[in-house]
């Protein structure tokens, strides 16, 4: 399922400044090996990042937008967090920007909210390994910002 709204309407994360008047495509990714896994979903909200390139009207971004194919993720790393420190943080969550480049990997990778430093190396470098299949606007591969978040769970 995927939802397209603004940072100011709600597109199940909260507002970071990351997004400033632009659509938002929100997506759960499904975070799950296997059907019995109870690893939780992580919810990814995605914005075409504006550039040079990318400027122009509300109206020919609005229309761009309708035919984003919003990237997927082709290879996906679990964070190997301490058992203990995931325990004393369950039901909560980390919040981390990146960049999905055209080719489909993360850049910029930073971390915007963490209950816990000890948390962010680990979430870091799994990003790092992730691989997307690009996202593209009309058939063109585009870069796109993402906000995720991560909830904390114990892997089992």
């Known amino acids: 399922?995927?939802?397209?709204?603004?940072?100011?309407?709600g597109g199940g994360l909260p507002q970071y400044g990351v997004f400033s008047n632009e659509q938002i495509f929100?997506?759960?990714?499904?975070?799950?090996?296997?059907?019995?896994?109870?690893?939780?979903s992580w919810t990814f909200e995605y914005a075409v990042l504006k550039g040079p390139a990318a400027q122009g009207s509300a109206t020919s971004l609005q229309r761009?937008?309708?035919?984003?194919?919003l990237p997927f993720p082709i290879i996906?790393?679990?964070?190997?967090?301490?058992?203990?420190?995931?325990?004393r943080h369950l039901q909560r969550r980390m919040i981390v920007y990146?960049?999905?480049?055209?080719?489909?990997?993360?850049e910029q990778l930073s971390v915007k909210q963490s209950p816990d430093p000890?948390?962010?190396?680990?979430v870091l470098n799994a990003l790092s390994?992730?691989?997307?299949?690009?996202?593209?606007?009309?058939?063109?591969?585009?870069?796109?910002?993402?906000?995720?978040?991560?909830?904390?769970?114990?892997?089992?």
């Not at 996906?76 to 325990?87: F, G, H, I, L, Y």
């Not at 997307?132 to 978040?149: H, S, W």
Request: glycine share 4%.
């Open 98 to 106: 990146a960049v999905i480049n055209v080719e489909g990997r993360m």
């Open 1 to 9: 399922m995927t939802i397209v709204s603004t940072e100011t309407s």
């Open 129 to 156: 390994k992730w691989s997307f299949r690009p996202a593209q606007i009309d058939g063109e591969n585009v870069t796109m910002k993402v906000l995720m978040g991560i909830p904390i769970y114990i892997s089992q």
């Open 64 to 69: 761009a937008a309708q035919g984003v194919v």
């Open 118 to 122: 000890s948390l962010n190396d680990p």
């Open 26 to 40: 929100t997506v759960f990714v499904d975070m799950r090996r296997t059907v019995a896994d109870n690893a939780p």
């Open 76 to 87: 996906k790393e679990r964070p190997a967090w301490s058992p203990d420190v995931a325990r």
